[in-house]
C-alpha cells in the first residue's frame, strides 16, 4: 500500500515539476492580463485564422483579442506612425520578414523570450525577432479541371514552354512587392544564369499580370486562366470550397516567413505575453496548420497533398533601395 | 515736425479707427459670424492635414522623425519623362469616364424626371444603388460578364450566336473607361436630377409658346439652364476618375495599360517601405490639377443670375407628353439600369450564393448555399459594423450638408471678399489620393490635443473633411439656380438671416440637399481608404470589414455584405424622398 502511495506522489510530484514554470508563468501572466482587460494585435494575418487563435485563447484565459487586420506595408506604416507619435495602440505586431525587421531597427518592439519558443527548431529562430511561426510558400498553380495531372508544368522550367504562352497569371513584379522579392530571389533555386535567362523567358509568355497573389489564384478558380503563381495553399482553402486547384510539386518552394514581436510600449504588456505564449504553442499551431498554413513544428503539416515533401527556402531580403531598383528592372522585361 | 511729418503722424489713428469701424460694422452682420464660424471650421479641417502632407512633401524623412528640407521628392516625381505619357492616358480615361457618366446620369435623369416615361419613379429609386457597392465589386462584376476568356456575355454570344470569341475584350481602354463611367454614373445622376427639379418651367413653355418642338426646348433652354450642374457632374467625375485605383488595377493592369495612379502605387504607395514623402509630391501635383479644374468651374459659374430659374412666381417642372416615344424612353431608362445595376447586383448575388468565385456550370446548382448571409446574420463583428457605419453614415452625412449649405450659400450669395477661399479649402483635401490624404489624417490627429484618435469622431472628421465637396457641389448647382428676388423679398418683410436661410432658402435648395444628403450616406455605409488608418478594433465600420473579408479572399462573404448595404440604403434613399416631397406638401 506505501509502495502505491509512494508511487503515485512520485508520479505527481513528476508531472507537476515538469510543468511547474510554463504552468506557473501562464498563470500568473494570465491573471495579470485578465486585469488589463485585453490585447490589441496589429496584423495581416487572414482573418479566418485570426479569428480562431483568438476566440481559442479567449476561452483558455478568459482575455479578449482586438485585431487590426491589414497589408504587411499598411500595418507598418500605422504602428510606425504610433510610435513615431508616441502614442502605440497597439501590444503585438503580427506579420512576415521584411516590415518586422524594419520596425526592430526602429526599435518598435521589447524583447521576450516565451517559453513556448522553445518548442521551435534552432533554423526557424531569427536572433532579433524569435521564432519564424510559418511559411507561406508561393509555388505554381493549375486549374485540374482545365489541365489534366498528367499535361501539367512538372518543374518550374516547364510553364516557360510555348504551350502556357497566354495561360499564365501572376501578381506584377512591377507592383506587387512580395513577387518582386519571390523574381529577384530565383538564383536561389536555379542559380544566377538559369534564373536570369528564366526571367526573360516568363515575361516572354506574356503572363496576365494582376494585382497580387489571391486575384491570380482567383482567376486559377474560375477557370479564366489555368495557370497562376500564386500561394500553394490556396489549394487547401478554394480546394475546401470545391475549387478545382492542384499544385505542381517543385520539391524546392520559396516564400516568406512570419513572425510576431512585443511593443516595447505595449499598453497590455501582460496581455500580450499571454498571447504570444499561446500563439506560439502547439495547440494553435495546429489550429492554424489545419487552415493550410506551414507553421514551423516538426510533424505538423497543413492537410495539402504532399505537404511534408514542400522543402521551404527564404527569399532573399531587400531593401527600399533594392526594391526600387529591381521594380525598374522588371519594368524593363515584363512591361515591354 | 515737418507738414508731412504731421500728416504721416495722425495717419494711423485714422486709419485704425477707419479698419475697427470696418471690422465693427463686418461684425455687427449675421452673415458675417456664419462665415466666421463656417470659414473657420472649414479651414481647420482642411489646412491641418493637409500641412503635414505639404511639409511631408518637403522633407526626406517620415513624420516624427527629424529630416532635412529638401525638393528631391518633387524632381523625383516630376522629372521621369516617363510620367507625361502616363498623364496622357490618365487624361484620356478620366475624359472618357467622366463624359460618358455625364451621358448616361442626363439621359437617365431626363427621363425620370421630365418624361411621363412608365415606371419612371422606379428607375430614379434604383439608379443610386451603383453608388452603394463598393467600386472594387463593380470591377470585379464586369470582368466575370466580359473577359475575353471566359466571360458570362461574351459566352452567350459563343453559344447562341455560333461565334468563335466572344466580341467585348474589358481588358482596354474602352473597357476601362466603361466600366468607370458606370461606376461614376450615380454621382452625376444625383446632380443633374436635383437641377432638374429644380427648373422653372415658364422658360420652356415661352419657347413652345414661340414655336419651337420639344427637342429645340430641350437643346435651347433645358441643357443651358442645367449647364452648371453638367460642368459640376463633370469636374467631380473627371477628378475621380483620374484619383481611382481600384478600376485600373483590375482592368488596366492585365491590360498592360498604365495610368498615372498605377505609377504612383509602384513608385510610391506599393514601394516597399511606402514612399509617403513622394506620395506626397505627387498628391500636391494632382492638387494643382484640381485646384485648376476648380477655378476654371467657378468662372464658368460666375454669371450666377443668368442660370437663376427658380423664382418667386412658383414652379412644378412640367413634365414632356412624349407619346407613344415613352416607351422608348422607358427602354432606354431600363437599358442603362441593366448595366448599373441588375447585372452588378445578379453577379454579386451569384457570388454570395457560391461557395467559391467562379463560372456558373449546371453543376453549380447542387453547390450553392446561404452561409455567406448566414455568417452576416450571426457575427457580432458584422452587426458592430453595421452599428457603426450607420451612425457614421448618417451623423457625417447631416453634418456635411449643413456645413455644406451655409459654405455654399456664403460662396454664392454673399460678397464677402475671402469667399472664394472657402471652395478652394474644401477641395485642398479632396484632391490628394485616398491614401495619401489618409496618411495625412493620421499624422495630423494621431498626437491631436484633443483625445479623438482611436475613436469613431476622428473617422467622422475625417469623412466630413473628404467629403464635404460632395455635398457643396449638389448645393450649389441648386442654389445659383434659385433667384435672388426671393431673398430680398423675405427681407423686404423684416425677416433677418436665420428666418431668410431656414424659410427660404432650405425650402429651395431642398433638392440638393437631399442630393447631396444621399450621396454622402451611400459613400459613407462603405468608405474605407481613409477609415482604414484611422479607426481602432473596436470602432470598426462596414468598409474597413469589407476591405479585409476582400484581402482574405472571401468574396461571398463581401457580396452578401454589400448586398445587405444595398438594401439598408435603399430604405435610408427612400425615407428621405418621402421626407423631402412631404416637406414640400
Given at each position: 500500500m506505501l509502495e502505491r502511495i509512494y508511487f503515485w506522489f512520485v508520479l505527481v510530484a513528476g508531472v507537476t515539476a515538469s510543468v511547474a514554470p510554463a504552468y506557473g508563468q501562464s498563470t500568473n501572466l494570465i491573471a495579470a492580463g485578465k486585469k488589463e482587460g485585453k490585447a490589441v494585435v496589429y496584423g495581416s494575418l487572414e482573418s479566418d485564422a485570426a479569428d480562431k487563435a483568438f476566440s481559442a485563447f479567449k476561452s483558455k484565459s478568459g482575455i479578449d483579442v482586438e485585431y487590426w487586420r491589414a497589408s504587411a506595408t499598411k500595418v507598418m506604416d500605422r504602428a510606425l506612425s504610433e510610435y513615431r507619435a508616441g502614442k502605440p495602440l497597439f501590444d503585438i505586431i503580427l506579420t512576415n520578414d521584411n516590415p518586422m525587421q524594419i520596425m526592430f531597427k526602429e526599435g518598435l518592439f521589447a524583447k521576450y523570450d516565451s517559453p513556448s519558443a522553445k518548442e521551435f527548431t534552432k533554423e526557424s529562430i531569427d536572433p532579433n525577432l524569435g521564432p519564424r511561426y510559418r511559411n507561406v510558400v508561393i509555388g505554381v498553380v493549375y486549374n485540374k479541371e482545365i489541365i489534366k495531372p498528367a499535361d501539367a508544368p512538372k518543374t518550374l522550367e516547364d510553364i516557360v514552354k510555348p504551350q502556357y504562352r497566354g495561360k499564365l497569371v501572376m501578381p506584377d513584379p512591377t507592383q506587387h512587392t512580395t513577387t518582386t522579392q519571390w523574381v529577384a530571389s530565383l538564383d536561389k533555386l536555379m542559380g544566377k544564369e538559369k534564373a536570369d535567362k528564366f526571367i526573360r523567358d516568363l515575361a516572354a509568355q506574356k503572363p496576365i499580370l494582376v494585382e497580387s497573389l489571391l486575384p491570380a489564384v482567383e482567376r486559377v478558380a474560375t477557370g479564366e486562366t489555368p495557370v497562376a503563381i500564386t500561394y500553394i495553399k490556396y489549394v487547401y482553402s478554394l480546394g475546401q470550397k470545391g475549387a478545382p486547384l492542384d499544385y505542381v510539386r517543385l520539391g524546392k518552394f520559396m516564400g516568406d516567413g512570419h513572425y510576431l514581436g512585443l511593443g516595447n510600449k505595449a499598453p497590455h504588456p501582460n496581455a500580450a505575453k499571454a498571447f504570444i505564449d499561446y500563439f506560439l504553442g502547439a495547440e494553435n499551431m495546429a489550429i492554424i496548420a489545419k487552415l493550410g498554413e506551414f507553421v514551423n513544428r516538426k510533424g505538423i503539416y497543413p492537410p495539402l497533398p504532399d505537404a511534408d515533401k514542400v522543402q521551404f527556402v527564404e527569399m532573399h531580403d531587400l531593401d527600399s533601395k533594392q526594391f526600387a531598383e529591381k521594380k525598374k528592372e522588371y519594368q524593363q522585361i515584363f512591361l515591354r | 515736425m515737418s507738414a508731412d511729418e504731421r500728416a504721416l503722424a495722425v495717419e494711423p489713428p485714422l486709419t485704425s479707427a477707419w479698419s475697427r469701424s470696418r471690422i465693427g460694422s463686418f461684425l455687427s452682420q449675421p452673415i458675417s459670424w456664419v462665415f466666421l464660424i463656417v470659414g473657420g471650421i472649414i479651414a481647420f479641417l482642411s489646412l491641418y492635414p493637409t500641412f503635414f502632407l505639404f511639409y511631408g512633401s518637403l522633407t526626406d524623412a517620415p513624420l516624427g522623425v527629424p529630416g532635412h528640407f529638401t525638393v528631391q521628392n518633387y524632381v523625383r516625381a516630376y522629372s521621369d519623362p516617363e510620367a507625361y505619357p502616363l498623364l496622357l492616358n490618365s487624361f484620356i480615361f478620366g475624359i472618357g469616364a467622366s463624359g460618358l457618366s455625364v451621358i448616361f446620369a442626363l439621359a437617365l435623369a431626363w427621363i425620370t424626371i421630365r418624361t411621363n416615361a412608365p415606371f419612371r419613379r422606379i428607375f430614379e429609386l434604383t439608379a443610386i444603388i451603383p453608388n452603394i457597392l463598393p467600386p472594387i465589386l463593380v470591377s470585379i462584376s464586369w470582368v466575370m460578364l466580359?473577359?475575353?476568356?471566359?466571360?458570362l456575355i461574351n459566352g452567350l454570344f459563343v453559344k447562341f450566336l455560333g461565334m468563335e470569341k466572344g466580341p467585348f475584350n474589358i481588358y482596354s481602354l474602352p473597357g476601362l473607361i466603361f466600366v468607370e463611367s458606370l461606376i461614376l454614373t450615380p454621382l452625376a445622376f444625383l446632380i443633374v436630377a436635383a437641377a432638374l427639379k429644380s427648373m422653372d418651367p415658364s422658360m420652356e413653355e415661352s419657347a413652345k409658346t414661340l414655336g419651337s418642338n420639344e427637342f429645340g426646348v430641350m437643346r435651347r433652354i433645358t441643357f443651358p439652364l442645367i449647364r452648371p450642374a453638367i460642368l459640376a457632374a463633370g469636374t467631380l467625375n473627371f477628378v475621380r476618375a483620374v484619383e481611382s485605383f481600384d478600376t485600373p488595377a483590375i482592368i488596366a493592369l492585365p491590360a498592360r495599360i498604365e495610368v498615372f495612379t498605377t505609377k504612383i502605387w509602384r513608385e510610391a504607395l506599393g514601394s516597399f517601405p511606402t514612399n509617403h514623402n513622394l506620395a506626397a509630391a505627387y498628391g500636391v501635383g494632382i492638387l494643382a490639377v484640381a485646384l485648376v479644374f476648380v477655378y476654371l468651374y467657378r468662372r464658368f459659374t460666375s454669371q450666377v443670375e443668368s442660370f437663376s430659374t427658380v423664382t418667386g412666381k412658383g414652379f412644378r417642372p412640367h413634365q414632356i407628353d412624349l407619346g407613344p416615344w415613352r416607351y422608348g424612353a422607358s427602354g432606354i431608362a431600363l437599358l442603362l439600369l441593366v448595366m448599373l445595376v441588375v447585372l452588378p447586383i445578379l453577379v454579386l448575388t451569384l457570388v454570395a450564393i457560391l461557395p467559391y468565385y467562379h463560372v456558373p456550370t449546371w453543376e453549380t446548382w447542387h453547390r450553392l448555399t446561404l452561409d455567406h448571409f448566414r455568417y452576416v446574420w450571426v457575427t457580432p463583428r458584422v452587426h458592430k459594423a453595421f452599428v457603426n457605419s450607420l451612425f457614421l453614415a448618417l451623423v457625417g452625412a447631416t453634418v456635411c450638408m449643413v456645413l455644406a449649405s451655409l459654405a455654399s450659400y456664403i460662396t454664392v450669395r454673399t460678397k464677402i471678399a475671402a469667399r472664394g477661399v472657402i471652395e478652394g479649402l474644401v477641395f485642398i483635401p479632396w484632391a490628394f489620393p485616398g491614401t495619401a490624404m489618409a496618411l495625412g489624417l493620421l499624422w495630423a490627429y494621431v498626437d491631436f490635443p484633443i483625445p479623438v484618435y482611436a475613436t469613431i469622431w476622428i473617422i467622422l472628421i475625417a469623412y466630413v473633411t473628404r467629403f464635404l465637396p460632395y455635398g457643396l457641389r449638389a448645393v450649389t448647382s441648386t442654389i445659383i439656380q434659385v433667384h435672388k428676388e426671393l431673398e430680398e423679398a423675405s427681407i423686404v418683410c423684416g425677416a433677418g438671416f436665420v428666418a431668410t436661410f431656414r424659410r427660404v432658402l432650405i425650402p429651395m435648395m431642398r433638392p440638393g440637399v437631399i442630393a447631396g444628403w444621399i450621396i454622402l450616406v451611400t459613400i459613407f455605409m462603405r468608405e474605407f481608404s481613409a477609415t482604414l488608418f484611422l479607426y481602432s478594433p473596436g470602432s470598426e465600420p462596414l468598409g474597413p470589414l469589407l476591405y479585409f473579408l476582400y484581402l482574405d479572399g472571401m468574396r461571398g462573404r463581401v457580396a452578401a455584405i454589400g448586398l445587405v448595404i444595398s438594401v439598408i440604403s435603399v430604405i435610408l434613399i427612400a425615407i428621405a424622398q418621402r421626407y423631402s416631397r412631404w416637406e414640400s406638401n
Open positions: - | 466580359l473577359n475575353p476568356s471566359n466571360g
